[in-house]
T-cell receptor, first 115, second 113 residues
Framework: EAQVTQNPRYLITVTGKKLTVTCSQN?????MSWYRQDPGLGLRQIYY???????DKGDVPEGYKVSRKEKRNFPLILESPSPNQTSLYFC??????????????FGEGSRLTVL | GDSVTQMEGPVTLSEEAFLTINCTYT??????LFWYVQYPGEGLQLLLK?????DKGSNKGFEATYRKETTSFHLEKGSVQVSDSAVYFC????????????FGGGTRLMVKP
């Protein structure tokens, strides 16, 4: 089954404790991206990757890191989480990073709470 | 920059009622327009899209027409069902290849039997 898998789905942590949210896709997609969803703000892009070893900042990259060492994986790293990073996070992938044509496939989301 | 504005929810309807969720956008050039749906506890799924002016996207009884003159892409359905209860996001494609989509704030739809 074609899918984007995120882990963990739910996490409660404390300020400053490093964490990683993993994302894996099995569709051989070139493009992957991370979004955060906050009430009334829709989804805002954090980072994206057009291909292996190619990553770039989205609209709200502060406090986050990513890496793309393999095509299928795109982990999101919070080196020192803060309460304002409490949010619902989505990983998404697409066969291409070209606007207009590429449909985004989303994972089920990871709800992160930082105390 | 690009932006998408949706009507605030929640929208509460009875089953078989007519649905309209308004969406307007601001963008340079000629964006493609999308509606995504998020069912409870799930990720977003593409519902429909339109890639040029006057195109109509449709799927599962939902429709939306790309109106360039009014910069709108309103979502409609003639007869909603309880199973349509979800959050609906309007989005547009950016001219930046890396930022695939700019999303609106989302509109929660609740359909009562």
């Amino acid at each position: 089954e074609a899918q984007v898998t995120q882990n963990p789905r739910y996490l409660i942590t404390v300020t400053g404790k490093k964490l990683t949210v993993t994302c894996s896709q099995n569709m051989n997609h070139e493009y992957m991206s991370w979004y955060r969803q906050d009430p009334g703000l829709g989804l805002r892009q954090i980072y994206y990757s057009m291909n292996v070893e190619v990553t770039d900042k989205g609209d709200v990259p502060e406090g986050y890191k990513v890496s793309r060492k393999e095509k299928r994986n795109f982990p999101l790293i919070l080196e020192s989480p803060s309460p304002n990073q409490t949010s619902l996070y989505f990983c998404a992938s697409s066969i291409t990073g070209t606007p207009r044509t590429g449909e985004l496939f989303f994972g089920e989301g990871s709800r992160l709470t930082v105390l | 920059g690009d932006s998408v504005t949706q009507m605030e929810g929640p929208v509460t309807l009875s089953e078989e009622a007519f649905l309209t969720i308004n969406c307007t956008y601001t963008a340079t050039g000629y964006p493609s327009l999308f509606w995504y749906v998020q069912y409870p506890g799930e990720g977003l799924q593409l519902l429909l899209k339109a890639t040029k002016a006057d195109d109509k996207g449709s799927n599962k009884g939902f429709e939306a027409t790309y109106r360039k003159e009014t910069t709108s892409f309103h979502l409609e359905k003639g007869s909603v069902q309880v199973s349509d209860s979800a959050v609906y996001f309007c989005a547009l494609s950016g001219n930046n290849a890396g930022n695939m989509l700019t999303f609106g704030g989302g509109t929660r739809l609740m359909v009562k039997p």
